[in-house]
């Protein structure tokens, strides 16, 4: 069933929403799960960072399956609105886009590399992927330099990405305060809202540890789906967005596109 996480003081527990809401939720997860382990089923798909290709319906069926993630955010947002939550993200407002995406699965960073190359402006993503870790590798040094008892595992790297989000670096796809990947984006952005005034996300704004935030994450079948699927791909890249990129572009994909294979 889909979490829905609290990055505020605004939290809802999924159990306690009406039947009908949760029972159409849970049928839409059960079916994005299906799709992902049929991915995980494709034959060959262990051999894609030796080969650089991958059957014809591995994004096909992806695709069904972020349209099925997506049907079952917008039922959500559907109710909370009829409830009075309001959600003001609008088209345009990207005060969000500058944190560094965690937690992204290889299929993710597979569709969005298909989604750089596809644009026709892969060099100039690929170096503000290489700005984004610049960067991050200067938190992680400034880190390493703090006393042993000040560092502290998860809870750690949560606060590095908070630092990094201080830092006001945009999305490496963003442009005009628009995504230009926005077909392509990972779980991780398709997820987040806030029902406080927009500016307030931004960083730097005086209101922003009173933003009132949430997270609607998939359900633990969709994530074991997809750690499931991590598996089967058998690629070991970081699971930070543009770090992750980085190391499939180079250490991958040496920079090719991604072929189909018949």
């Known amino acids: 069933m889909t979490q829905l996480s609290r990055t ?3 939290a809802i527990e999924m159990d306690h929403l009406p039947h009908e809401v949760t029972r159409q939720v849970v049928s839409c997860q059960n079916k994005m799960a299906r ?3 049929d991915i995980s089923c494709l034959k060959g798909i262990d051999e894609c960072g030796a ?4 059957p014809p319906d591995f994004f096909r069926t992806y695709q069904k ?3 099925l993630y997506d049907e079952s955010v917008q039922f959500l947002l559907g109710y909370l609105h009829r409830q009075g939550f309001t959600v003001q993200c609008t088209e345009g407002c990207a005060h ?3 944190h560094m995406p965690s937690g992204i699965s290889i299929i993710e960073l597979l569709y969005l590399y298909h989604g750089m190359h596809r644009s026709g402006a892969f060099p100039v993503y690929f170096r503000r992927c290489l700005e ?3 960067l991050w590798v200067e938190i992680l040094r400034s880190h390493r330099n703090l006393p042993p008892d000040l560092q502290g595992g998860e809870h750690d790297r949560e606060a590095m990405l908070k630092n990094y989000n201080r830092l006001e670096q945009y999305c490496p796809f963003l442009q005009h305060s628009m ?3 926005y077909l392509y984006r990972p779980i991780a952005c398709r997820m987040h809202f806030s029902l406080s005034p927009p500016a307030w996300c931004h960083p730097s704004h005086f209101q922003n540890p009173n933003a009132v935030r949430f997270n609607l994450e998939p359900g633990n ?6 750690e499931r699927l991590d598996e089967r791909l058998k690629l070991k890249v970081s699971d930070l967005m543009a770090c992750g990129l980085l190391e499939l572009t180079v250490n991958v994909m040496k920079f090719e596109r991604i072929e189909w294979k018949q």
């Open 179 to 181: 995504c230009q990947l």
């Open 35 to 37: 799709y992902l382990f």
């Open 8 to 10: 505020s003081h605004f």
């Open 132 to 134: 984004a870790e610049e």
């Open 221 to 226: 079948n969709v994530k074991e789906a997809l």
């Open 96 to 98: 969000c886009c500058c």
């Open 51 to 54: 080969t650089r290709r991958i």
């Open 65 to 67: 399956a972020l349209t």
